[in-house]
């Protein structure tokens, strides 16, 4: 700190913070099996129900990628038995709700927000899309076919290719997680309505589903909801599938993935990380905040602030129930790509090797701690937290200790965290970009050999 | 009123105001429920203010007002507030600049202090260094989000094709490279004593705050702060309602489908006929039962994509935009004539009051939802105190919304969408891709 800084005006100094707790929440359950967690929260007229299915993409057979999402979708796209989707959204839109469904990897969830008054109809059309899903021939198509979309867009938009090719070079061929989500042409067109409809009445069953609902309703209320809409839904358990999540036996990589005149190169730079529910969460977390997590962290002061390399650059892990990807992420000016690879090689190094200091330790628990209120504003985001915990079965005094968790983090644990999970040997480093301007610089940086592909991912010269 | 059946439960969020003598307009909104507070102050500048040859300069300098003040680091100010366990961002747009944190209530202190302290004394802690360095940020951040992005570019070519030339909302907001290296340490020093001033602001503190305490801290941080000595006034922004011809711009880009902008010249934000403008746009492009989603992505299978939206812009006149993407062999001028036909056919035609229902349902709950977060509230109190002096309006909106009739949607689409009334902004794949020229079947194979 110079001497100027001691002169500077004094900060204001905080009063005491006022009590805070996570919304109070109460648990059902229904005789067929269907799990209810009811968060009443009256500030505004407004509900949100969350309907969780345990049909994820890492349920997703080989060379199906892709049915996990499609099945989500069709849910309430490809419409039911009474209406087609057109139709469908039309009846949830005529209520002013909104109404969403979509898979990510461990789970299904169809959300959908109302104003309060509404939430009895609202709920209705839920039971309605939950039980008697028409998966019309015609939107599996259609759905099919703006996938096909995507994946030709994404040839030309740097930032979800660098995404997307990244899985690929990180985790072995076997693994689900090396393949996108949402499928690729192949898996794509491999998939029919058979299987969607057998994905469906395999995955999507009462033993397997917890409905969350948040917002200006009773528990009582909603389980009365519950029971007069779904109670009668017959099903069992599905199974747990279990993703592998092996890692990509290679040494340190680059994979540039040519685009010519890029005036910046996408960069992604990480390896496979730790599961959800690993021991290790909370510090990996913490350690993450002080590396990349925040906008005061030190690869967004280095790259940003000190370089002027990029808008932004960031770090974090993918949480899953296996382990998801650890990953740096950025986008810098075509001429300093290698220069901005060496300043985030340097300070993963940097993490491992000394401990942090304390004031960059403070600052990343107490912002954790300090902002924790501020992520439950509203009731899509109380559900989506619920929803977690649903899906990864976190205790259920998982967000009362959450701050008793971070704020008792230490300088040790950080380097310790960084040390066992940060392996800076492994990692692989996507580029998307020119290479007759980054090429060069790549080579002389020495972080391993330069395999070039097209945007295809296809082996190029 | 009756909607879907059930009564309305009219919603109001309570307002004070008040102005310190140096004219700074503070509007307070109190919400106990949660520890959380949001500071949010509006200074009334945006790209329309700029110079010609300094085009980029007010989202420029708002990168500057993070690099410190008298009082305060570089970078500090984000340091503290994160310290503090806040969120904190600012932005700018056409017609204003935004800067906003929301804190634990009990920092409420520290945040007017950090935004007290910048407004008053910015100019000590400007040096070229930060200004070179934020500027490469800048020109990366143009990189991002246009240069290196599919389409991206529509962001400036769209108002450029819809305003004259020599209109303050026709040049580029984030500016083009040569004007971000010609901006000067002296231009941020002109521009921040021209337009920084407390009577070109309104401060907007909502959330978890005693107005009594909250009054004494915005006096004590914000009221020593001089007044500025006048800014130069925009010059007539008014506009002919249409712009009297269908003005066309094509544009080769480097992208796998072809992408329609089709913009109208609309009324201004905040008059009884913007809103059914938003109506029209809400029946045209919002969420999934949307006209354009329905008929184009749904059931004739030729977009990929279809939303509307208005700029909301205040002076002068709006723009109504419609963006449409086409599906994997659909041609550009076949995706034009297609998006043309439909609105043709709401002109000719009309909208019924289902439609209409709809989409006010659709508006309000999103609306109320947004109204759930302290930053987002504290947003629309300074937007309606900006533009209007009356930060009250927020509580107008929804009713607003749901006094639309479909006759008035029907009278702005016969003024204002026909033929003289259009501007595209539409992208095709140059020669290299070959996406727009094989049908949806040949995609897959040629993948």
Redesign the interface.
């Known amino acids: 700190m110079s001497a100027a ?1 001691a002169l ?2 004094p ?2 100094i ?7 707790h996570f919304p109070r929440f109460d648990r059902r359950r229904l005789s067929n099996g269907l799990e209810l967690v009811v968060a009443p929260v009256t ?4 509900s949100t129900v969350a309907i969780i299915s345990d049909a994820g993409a890492a349920c997703d057979r080989q060379g199906r990628e892709g049915t996990a999402q499609l099945v989500a979708k069709l849910m309430t ?1 490809g419409g039911t038995e009474r209406s087609d ?2 139709e469908l ?2 009846r ?8 969403d469904s979509h898979a990510d990897w461990d789970a299904a969830a169809l959300t959908m ?3 309060a ?2 939430l009895p ?1 609202a709920f209705d059309l839920l039971g309605e899309v939950m039980l008697t899903p028409a998966f019309r021939a015609r ?1 599996v198509e ?1 759905l099919k ?2 996938r ?6 994404l ?5 979800g290719l660098a995404d997307e090719q990244f899985s690929r070079f990180v985790y072995n061929a076997s693994s689900r997680y090396a393949k996108p989500d949402d499928g690729d ?1 192949a898996s794509i ?1 491999a998939i029919d309505r058979d299987l969607l409809l057998s994905f469906y009445e395999t995955r999507y069953a009462p033993g397997g589903t917890t409905i969350v609902v948040v917002g200006d309703v009773t528990v009582d209320q909603a389980e009365e909801l519950a029971q007069r809409v779904f109670g009668s839904w017959k099903g069992g358990k599905p199974a747990r599938v279990t993703a592998d999540d092996l890692p990509v036996k290679r040494e340190r990589a680059v994979h540039l993935i040519a685009k010519a005149d ?3 190169s ?1 960069l992604r730079i990480g390896h496979v990380g730790i599961p959800r529910n690993h021991p290790d969460f909370f510090p990996v977390n913490v350690m993450n905040a002080v590396l990349g997590g ?3 962290s030190r690869i967004n ?1 280095n790259l ?8 932004g650059a960031f770090s974090g892990i993918q949480w899953r129930r296996q382990a998801g990807p650890f990953v740096v992420s950025t ?3 075509s001429e300093v790509t290698a220069n901005a690879a060496r300043e985030i090689l340097l300070e993963i190094n940097r993490i491992r090797a000394e401990p942090v200091l304390p004031e960059e330790l ?2 990343a628990t ?2 954790l ?6 992520r ?5 985001a109380i559900a989506a937290a619920l929803a977690v915990l649903v899906v990864h079965g976190l205790p259920e005094d998982y967000y009362d200790r959450y701050r008793e968790h971070v704020r008792s983090m230490t300088i040790d644990r950080l380097l310790d965290a960084a040390q066992r999970h940060l392996h800076p040997d492994s990692l692989q480093m996507v580029v998307v970009g020119d290479p007759s301007v980054v090429r060069a610089p790549l080579e002389a940086l020495g972080f391993g050999p330069i395999s070039l592909y097209d945007t ?1 991912g296809n082996p190029a010269r | 009123m009756v ?2 059946g ?4 009219p ?1 109001r969020i309570p307002i004070d105001t008040f102005s310190l003598p140096n004219g700074l307009f503070v509007t307070l909104s109190e ?1 106990h ?4 507070v949001a500071v949010n102050l509006w200074y009334h500048v945006g790209s329309a203010n700029e110079r010609p040859g300094r085009t980029g300069f007010a989202h420029l300098f708002e990168h500057m007002l993070f690099q410190g003040s ?6 500090e100010h ?3 507030v ?6 904190l961002n600012g932005s700018t747009w056409l017609e204003r600049t935004n800067y906003y944190e ?6 409420l ?2 945040a ?2 950090l935004e007290a ?1 910048r407004m008053g004394k910015l100019l000590p802690a400007m040096t070229q260094q930060k200004l ?10 143009r ?3 246009m ?4 389409y991206g570019t529509w962001m400036e070519r769209l108002p450029a094709l819809c305003f004259p030339s020599d209109h303050p909302f026709h040049h580029s907001l984030i500016g083009s490279m040569e004007d971000l290296t010609a901006a000067s340490l002296d231009d941020i020093a002109n521009f921040f004593a021209t337009y920084y001033t407390p009577d070109n602001a309104v401060l907007s503190i909502a959330g ?1 705050f005693d107005p009594a305490e909250a009054r004494r801290l915005i006096e004590r941080h914000f009221g020593a702060i001089p007044r500025g000595k006048g800014k130069p006034p925009l010059p007539d922004m008014s506009l002919p309602p249409v712009f009297g011809q269908w003005k066309r711009e094509v544009v080769p880009d ?4 072809p992408r329609l902008f089709l913009a109208f010249r609309s009324p201004a934000f905040g008059t009884d006929e913007y809103y059914a403008a938003s109506v029209c746009g809400a029946v045209l492009g919002l ?3 949307s006209r354009l989603r ?1 008929r184009l992505v ?2 004739r ?1 030729i977009a ?1 994509e279809a939303s509307a939206f208005t700029y909301d812009l205040s002076k002068g006149s709006d723009l109504l935009v419609v963006d449409v993407t086409a ?2 062999g659909v041609h550009a001028e076949q995706l034009e004539q297609e998006v043309a036909h439909e609105i043709d056919t709401l002109v000719r035609d009309g909208v019924g009051p ?1 439609e209409v ?2 989409s006010v ?2 508006i ?3 609306f ?2 947004a ?4 930053g987002e509230r504290a947003d629309r109190l300074s937007m309606f105190a900006t533009y209007f002096g009356k930060p009250q309006l927020v509580n107008d909106e929804v009713d607003r919304y749901r006094a639309v009739t479909a006759e008035a949607v029907n009278a702005f689409a016969r003024e204002r969408l026909g033929e003289d009334n259009r501007a595209s902004l539409l992208y095709v794949a140059r020669d290299d ?1 070959p ?1 727009e020229l094989v049908g ?1 079947g040949a ?2 194979e040629a ?1």
């Open positions: 800084t500077k005006a900060r204001p905080p009063g005491a913070p006022r009590e805070y500030k505004l007229p407004l796209e989707g057109a959204t039309a949830f839109e005529r209520l002013g709700a909104s109404i927000t109302c104003m008054e509404h109809a939107e259609r076919a703006e096909v979309a995507e994946l030709l867009q040839r030309a938009e740097p930032r042409e067109a890029a005036p910046q996408e925040l906008f005061n002061m940003r602030e000190v370089h002027g390399y990029t808008y986008a810098v000016k403070s600052l107490s912002y701690d300090g902002v924790f209120p501020i439950f504003e509203t009731t899509s295809l | 909607l879907g059930v009564q309305f439960r919603m919400d429920t949660a520890p959380i008298a009082d305060v680091e570089a970078n984000f340091e503290l994160q310290r503090a366990g806040g969120t929301t804190v634990p209530s009990n920092q202190e520290l007017l202090w302290n070179d360095t934020q500027r490469e940020v800048v020109m990366n951040e990189r991002w989000t240069d290196n992005q599919p978890d480097d992208v796998m489908l969420r999934n039962a329905r749904l059931e299978q990929a599906r994997p289902e229902e709809r349902a659709v309000q709950t999103s109320v939802s109204l759930q977060e302290a891709n996406g949806a995609a897959t993948l």
